[in-house]
């Protein structure tokens, strides 16, 4: 157990406080636990629920970004996420697109397939991306923290990158219900 | 040999308006048009690329994206597990390196098994001529609106105005 493993807050805990805080924004969420979590705390038709191609979801939010500059695009990642495309902070943080939010949930493994480590206890993700360019960067480990710091990313041009250290534990969620090029279809005509 | 310029006017006429990728020195004309016409952005991996014209493309974008073909070998599971599966279109403008066994040793495996690739993937492709332009470019636009998955147009040596004639 981490040392502060005690007094994290689960992934979905994070997810729910979040929510509440976000109204029609673009959503795009990656792929595994952390998309099924998000249908059962708030499915809202401004979902994108990835069920595969790890590692593309802040790729494919970047590309919603820039074809609609007028709409804050949000996306949710995990560490391992970030990991699988480090990259693609370089290509956020070159681009600087203000209306991008990145939100990582950084539980340290891989949870969707049994808890495997990642290599995030060792490689600070949030500092990647503030040197890769992202403009508002933090890093916070509980609730009250992460609803004043999410309000205040949600108010400033990004793009900005949320890293939310969590526990491991993952909610009880069914697999992801909607047929993908139903989610397509319903994603599109929300944010049309 | 077609020039550059008249590339790009094409896809725009098409009504392609979102361009990224990851360059190739066949596509070196086609990139330094869309550069100077501020169309493109900038990708560091082909399956960012591919996922970042998804995304372009639920926002109300046509998409198109440029690659070596040894990025089709990058971006694999992107246009499996997001276009196929979601259902999202794009344009792949992909450059046969190795066609023909000619080319650095690093390309003759992807160049000699691409279309084999491409059609395993069941990825339509259709190889640009500048005698069959017009039509291959008519191709492209009918299927990408009707079959909502990503189409390639390969792009040999020579076809399309490089940098270096």
Known sequence: MRPEQGTLISRAQAMAALLELLTDQPLIVCNGFPSREVQKIADRPTHFYMIGSMGNAPAIALGVALAKPEKQVVTFDGDGNVLMSMGTLATIGALRPKNFIHVVFDNEVYGTTGNQPTISNVVALDKVAKSAGYVNVERVLDRDDLVYEFKDILKKDGPSLLLIKVNEFAEDAGRVVLDPPDITKRFMKAIE | ?165
Not at chain 2, 62 to 87: D, E, F, H, K, W
Request: hydrophobic share 45%.
């Open chain 2, 1 to 165: 040999m077609i020039e550059s310029d008249a590339f790009v006017q094409a896809m725009q006429d098409m009504g392609v308006n979102f361009f990224t990728g990851v360059p190739d020195s066949i596509l070196g004309g086609i990139i330094a048009e869309l550069m100077d016409r501020r169309l493109y952005t900038p990708a560091v991996r082909e399956d960012e690329a591919v996922a970042m014209a998804a995304g372009a493309y639920m926002g109300g974008k046509i998409p198109a994206v440029l690659m070596q073909n040894s990025g089709l070998g990058t971006s694999l599971n992107t246009l499996i597990s997001l276009n196929m599966i979601y259902r999202q279109p794009c344009i792949l403008i992909v450059s046969w390196r190795g066609q023909g066994g000619k080319d650095a040793p690093e390309h003759l495996v992807m160049g000699e098994v691409m279309p084999q690739f491409l059609e395993t993937m069941k990825i339509p492709h259709r190889t640009l001529t500048e005698k069959t332009a017009v039509e291959d470019f008519k191709w492209v636009a009918e299927t990408f609106m009707k079959q909502r998955i990503p189409v390639a147009l390969i792009i040999t040596k020579g076809v399309v105005k490089g940098l270096h004639p």
